[in-house]
């Protein structure tokens, strides 16, 4: 079964930084659309960033515009690059990827637009 990877998570101090990777299990999987969604108990899970690199347009969710950058990295690895986190940015982060995208709009922001799913790496945020 295929899935991803994430790592990176963590605990830090407000206006910190964590940079969180994401790669595929198998060599054998590669996708050119993906995203970051976060959750916290008792709330929906809320995608905050995606990437399409079919034609290179991203999305970022209001409240992390300015702070956080999505990026494909090396191979079938991508990246959320978090600089000035806040509280309100603990949650658990996940990480997701669609086998394929052809669209010229920017990449989706729904959790049913994603086919393949990370576990889940927690993020904390102290004051």
């Known amino acids: 079964q295929v899935e991803l990877v994430e790592s990176g998570g963590g605990a830090v101090e407000a206006g910190g930084s964590l940079r969180l990777s994401c790669t595929f299990s198998?060599?054998?999987?590669?996708?050119?659309?993906m995203a970051w969604f976060r959750q916290v108990p008792g709330k929906e899970r809320e995608g905050v960033a995606a990437?399409?690199?079919?034609?290179?347009?991203t999305y970022y969710t209001d409240s992390v515009k300015g702070r956080f950058t999505i990026s494909q990295g090396y191979g079938n690895t991508f990246t959320l690059q978090m600089n000035s986190l806040k509280r309100d940015d603990t949650a658990m982060y996940y990480c997701?990827?669609?086998?394929?995208?052809?669209?010229?709009?920017?990449?989706?922001?729904?959790?049913?637009?994603?086919?393949?799913w990370g576990q889940g790496t927690q993020v904390t945020v102290s004051s």
């Open positions: 997701a990827a669609r086998s394929s995208y052809s669209s010229d709009s920017i990449p989706p922001r729904a959790e049913g637009e994603y086919n393949y």
């Open positions: 198998s060599e054998s999987y590669s996708s050119n659309c």
């Open positions: 990437i399409s690199a079919f034609n290179g347009k």
